[in-house]
């Protein structure tokens, strides 16, 4: 009788993510194949055989169910950098870390969704909420790895300036047709950054 109610907690929450999962795989097929204005919440419940009250227990909008694939990736990202080394220099700790998360991310499902998140001024305002959750991670991860409060300034504008490349990076990636795998596009975006500071720093004048 001891581990009843800790068991029926467990079964509860893996029924609760199992559920999440069948939903939000439902809603991004059909996104995927009807496109995000003509799917409905309607048509998401039905595919994952629940009730449009049921669909609301777990998400707010059809927004958040094409968000659902980035659940984990805030976390992932900060697991990233706090593996790097910090014998190299917080850029390129950042860099490396956005490289290996690209890697993981390199598909045909990636592209697509990409192109989704882009559609409308809706979806794009709700991306932006998660590029902001990502620099914050990387900052806190960064903060971790060279702790100097003297350093977190720099800390932050690194985490800002790598994020930036990262978007940049995506934006090119999905104009382009994702003709290149996603972590070269990516790579090539921390190319360009890194030649820009290299030009500004040269320029500076010398004190």
Same mark, same amino acid.
């Given at each position: 009788?001891?581990?009843? %109610?800790?068991?029926?907690?467990?079964?509860?929450?893996?029924?609760?993510?199992?559920?999440?999962?069948?939903?939000?795989?439902?809603?991004?097929?059909?996104? /995927?194949?009807?496109?995000?204005?003509?799917?409905?919440?309607?048509?998401?419940?039905? #595919?994952?055989?629940? +009730? *449009?009250?049921?669909?609301?227990?777990?998400?707010?909008?059809?927004?958040?169910?094409? /968000?659902?694939?980035?659940?984990?990736?805030?976390? +992932?990202?900060?697991?990233?950098?706090?593996?790097?080394? $910090?014998?190299?220099?917080?850029?390129?700790?950042?860099?490396?870390?956005? /490289?290996?998360?690209?890697?993981?991310?390199? +598909?045909?499902?990636?592209? #697509?969704?990409? %192109?989704?998140?882009? +559609? $409308?001024?809706?979806? =794009?305002?709700? $991306? @932006?909420?998660?590029?902001?959750?990502?620099? @914050?991670?990387?900052?806190?991860?960064?903060?971790?790895?060279?702790? @100097?409060?003297?350093? *977190?300034?720099?800390? =932050?504008?690194?985490?800002?300036?790598?994020?930036? #490349?990262? =978007?940049?990076?995506?934006?090119?990636?999905?104009?382009?047709?994702?003709? %290149?795998?996603?972590?070269?596009?990516?790579?090539? #975006?921390?190319?360009?950054?890194?030649?820009?500071?290299?030009?500004?720093?040269?320029?500076?004048?010398?004190?």
């Amino acid at each position: 009788m001891e581990h009843t %109610q800790p068991e029926q907690g467990g079964l509860r929450e893996s029924k609760r993510r199992d559920t999440l999962q069948r939903v939000a795989q439902a809603g991004l097929e059909l996104f /995927l194949a009807r496109g995000y204005e003509a799917t409905t919440v309607d048509d998401i419940s039905a #595919a994952a055989g629940i +009730s *449009r009250r049921t669909f609301f227990h777990y998400f707010k909008s059809k927004d958040e169910v094409l /968000l659902a694939w980035q659940t984990g990736l805030v976390e +992932s990202l900060r697991q990233a950098v706090l593996q790097e080394e $910090n014998r190299q220099a917080p850029l390129d700790a950042l860099c490396g870390a956005l /490289l290996k998360l690209a890697a993981d991310y390199d +598909s045909d499902a990636t592209f #697509a969704i990409a %192109q989704l998140l882009r +559609s $409308n001024d809706q979806l =794009r305002a709700a $991306n @932006q909420v998660k590029f902001l959750q990502l620099e @914050q991670a990387a900052f806190e991860a960064l903060c971790h790895l060279w702790p @100097q409060r003297r350093r *977190r300034g720099r800390l =932050r504008m690194v985490a800002m300036i790598g994020l930036g #490349a990262f =978007r940049v990076g995506i934006d090119e990636w999905t104009e382009e047709g994702g003709t %290149q795998p996603f972590s070269q596009r990516i790579g090539h #975006a921390f190319t360009m950054l890194r030649a820009e500071l290299q030009v500004a720093s040269a320029a500076a004048p010398s004190q």
